[in-house]
């Protein structure tokens, strides 16, 4: 063991009981290199936040050139930081109208509490709406929004009200009502097991908050920015919600979330009182110079389109392993989720997968399905190599 790995086991607070430990040297393309030299295909993309792979360029040029011109000042909304601004202003061109401003946050949790701060002040109400299987976070608020019973409890009272729903059940709409201030979803749940909702769910829904007079936030941490086929999820249901969220990809590989809405909705955070919510390093210049290079590359080179292809091919080219340990394979783009008899099951063809140089994982709130989420720039042969470490992985886990 080396020095490293006893400062990591010693002295770095764990989140699992048994860490993977992969102790990385570098990042090249799709590929982590590891201190022993071995290699592994990321087929999570750092959980969907390196979405161009690992060492981009542009994305590496963009970050230098923003470092030697300055790294934080002051950023929530004071100062006119370039690449804050031409950040958000090429997302309000992707975006659909009326989402037509932006506020930069941390993270996509961070984004998550402001949007439900936001909610509350706009609406005038208190109540929140929620799906059974969805994850949102894990700061407090975010938290309560959790669709899973057993995330929650460990922590006591959470903030709320908050109505948990099922998942894609278009009868179930009826509750949202006019105590409440916002309903938040996700157009796919990753965490809940690559849930993909039927486009009639999420059009009842948008009728049903428009009806009770209810804020609808789209929750697209992990979907955005091309994960499912689309720039947007929401472009798949044709449906426009009051606020989007983003994390994970928008950072071009660093730290930062995004809060998208319509002007008379964020600017309530100016005043009453003024600075409502504030950040101290929310869009520092850094993030922001990193994600617009990388969101110019997802655009130029049309890798929503790319993914939608590449997902296609990867889903049918699980389904023809014919396993019989595995129940279903589902998709939206290259989000890809593959359902296990049993958790067990899931749990051991990750081992295998990994083992065979195939990084990939299970979700928190379904534990029997696998999720994949490959870099949008995975090149053919990638994909191959690992298609052919997961047939090994049945393999094994079948003896």
Known sequence: MTQLRDYFRDNLAQTSDAPLGLEISRAEGSWLVASDGRRYLDFIAGIGVSALGHGNPEVLEAIAAQARRHLHV?????????????????????????????????????????????????????????????????????????????????FGALPGPVTHLPFDDVGALEKIDSTIAAVVVEPVQAEGGVRIPDIGFIRALRERCDRAGAMLIFDEVLTGLGRTGK????????????????????????????????????????????????????????????????????????????????????????????????????????????EFRDAALAHRFVAATVARGVIVNWTLNADNVVRLAPVLTIAPDEVGFALNAMQKALDEIRR
């Open 231 to 338: 720039m947007f999820a929401l472009e798949h249901f044709g449906v426009v919600p009051d606020v989007v969220v983003l994390a994970k990809a928008v950072g071009g590989g660093l730290p930062l979330g995004a809060l998208c809405s319509r002007n008379e909705v964020l600017g309530t955070l100016s005043h009453d009182p003024p600075l409502g919510h504030i950040t101290t390093f929310g869009g520092h210049p850094l993030s922001c110079a990193a994600g617009l290079a990388s969101l110019n590359v997802i655009v130029r080179e049309r890798l929503y389109d790319r993914a939608a292809t590449i997902g296609k091919e990867i889903v049918r080219r699980l389904w023809a392993i014919r396993a019989p340990e595995i129940a279903s394979v589902r998709g939206l783009g290259m989000l890809v989720g593959i």
């Open 74 to 154: 002051m950023v929530y909304g004071e100062y006119v930081i370039e690449s804050q601004v031409m950040l958000a202003r090429r997302l309000v061109e992707l975006l659909p109208r009326p989402l037509e401003r932006v506020y930069f946050t941390n993270s996509g949790a961070e984004a998550i509490e402001c949007a439900l701060k936001v909610a509350r002040k706009f609406t005038g109400r208190a109540g929140f709406v929620a799906f059974d299987g969805a994850y949102h976070g894990d700061t407090m608020g975010a938290l309560a929004l959790a669709g899973n019973r057993a995330m929650r409890d460990p």
